[in-house]
């Protein structure tokens, strides 16, 4: 900044940190919010130090921090895209490495599987955390907030693990479930997809708006509606508790994991069986409060860290939730390429939030 022209008026002197120029490269700058920080700020004054600020220097040029990605982003393959790595470990092609030894400008990186990973797996999940912290974010608590009881954020589960069984979440069995990705819907018919601008029906017509030809849409509209939701589900409503459909299903346990099976002597075509669902409340929060989150595939035997994809399917409106009809759907999968080299989404899982 080389100095200020008309001190009435307020600017910003806005420069692109280097995870920025990575993603201005690749087309995916999009800046939707604003957030400011006071981690270079000097409080000195404030507390009583003598130190003066003039011996604080700061370079003007933003220097390639890990700190300035927070969220991990993928390539159009699935590959995770990590600007700068930290110094205990590395991400190349979701393979992740470990730094061993470093002597001077030499790295020495090994590519961890089993327990290593595991622990490295965690490091770099939290990072996402670390380093929204370490940027020191200034958030404003207004009137309303500043005698709240709780500023905090928390879960009521930590962890949950989802069983498969003969018959959840495949109703005829896991073996007949088997499917080749070449004759999956692609991007250009999956249901999930439809409602994205990027796949609207879109057929050609003339200048003045009249139809240009017949044309048939080639889409598939199963998820229109939240019923067509709940239908793939397998639910009747969004669950209010953990075991839904009990006179249709049984329940073993093996240790503490539950498992969920069809109960015997039940048709296969008529029978309605819920997925297994896990319900994640939040009894701790305020309205300063917000949440962003990221899911992984971790392959602890070849030491690998995928990103899951997500698709927002957008909100809809439940007729029978009096209360709550409002639902947001998030699909989470992840992103397969057929023979052709042509990408199909997978669901792995799906999110309501209610």
Known sequence: MSGILDKKVKFIDLLITQEGRRQMSLGGLRAHYASFSDKAVNYAHMSGSTKSASKNVYFQTPSALSDDQIIFETDDSGKLLVGNNSEEYSILNDDVYLLTASNGSQLNYLSVSGSQFASTSEKI??????????????????????????????????????????????????????????????????????????????????????????????????????????????????????????????????????????????????????????????????????????FFEEDISNGRLTKLDIVDAGQFYDEIDVERPDKHVYYVGKVLFDSNSIPTFVNMFTIILD
């Open 125 to 294: 999940k939290k990072s996402s955390i670390n380093a929204f912290n370490k940027n020191k974010f200034i958030k404003t608590l207004s009137g309303f907030e500043i005698n709240s009881p709780s500023e905090s954020f928390k879960t009521s589960i930590n962890n949950h693990t989802f069983v498969i069984s003969n018959s959840i979440p495949f109703p005829k069995g896991p073996l007949t479930e088997a499917f080749d990705i070449d004759h999956a819907e692609t991007f250009m018919f999956d249901s999930k997809l439809a409602h994205n601008q990027n796949f609207k029906y879109m057929p050609p017509v003339n200048t003045d708006g009249t139809e240009y030809g017949i044309y048939e849409d080639m889409r598939s509209l199963t998820r229109e509606t939240f019923e067509d939701v709940k239908n793939k589900l397998g639910i009747l409503k969004v669950p209010d508790a953990v075991n839904m459909q009990e006179s249709n299903t049984v329940f073993d346990y093996d240790g503490d994991l539950v498992i969920k099976n069809r109960a015997p002597n039940l048709p296969f075509e008529s029978t309605l069986l819920s997925r297994e669902c896990a319900h994640i409340y939040f009894p701790a929060t305020s309205n300063l409060n917000n949440f962003i989150g990221q």
